[in-house]
């Protein structure tokens, strides 16, 4: 996963989930979610759809953009939305896989290592990567 995140972040230049997701051809849009959905990712007709609640911050919207990422990438025609409601299949194994595709995504190594030393927190630091507590704890995993 690390080696498909540096491929990605040399070619294009930039770790934006939003500019990756335009770059590498995945249809994102925003809307009012319900039932505390922050976001989605929907594989129909060929297409890579990134759902994402509109009443985010851009912070969470940022996290929950590299989430469904991860999914666009890693598990690009796999409908986890359709496994969930209609079968009975596990699907959290994508789900973990996603958030460790964001975080690694969102927290480069280079840049981490920068703040190596410092003594900061975890809350410190993922203020300063603006990540979620929970992002920068399953980076250090």
């Known amino acids: 996963m690390k080696d498909i995140i540096r491929k990605i972040v040399k070619k294009y230049g930039t770790n934006d989930p939003f ?3 335009d770059c590498l051809g995945a249809i994102t849009i ?7 959905t922050r976001g989605f990712y929907d594989y129909y007709k ?3 759809i990134i759902c994402i609640d ?3 911050s851009d912070e969470e919207a940022r996290m929950v953009c590299a989430h469904e990422l991860g999914h666009f990438i890693l598990h690009r ?15 959290n194994r994508y789900e973990i896989e996603a958030n460790r595709f964001a975080a690694y995504l969102l927290i ?3 840049h981490l290592m920068e703040y190596a ?15 979620s507590r929970e992002f920068m704890e399953l980076r250090f995993r």
Do not use: W
């Open 19 to 21: 500019e990756l997701a």
């Open 30 to 36: 925003t809307a009012p979610l319900k039932d505390g």
């Open 46 to 48: 060929r297409n890579g």
């Open 54 to 56: 509109e009443n985010l």
């Open 77 to 91: 025609k796999v409908n986890s939305v359709l496994l969930k409601n209609t079968t009975f299949l596990n699907t």
């Open 108 to 110: 480069p190594t280079e």
């Open 117 to 131: 030393g410092y003594g900061y927190t975890i809350d410190q630091l993922a203020s300063i990567f603006s990540v």
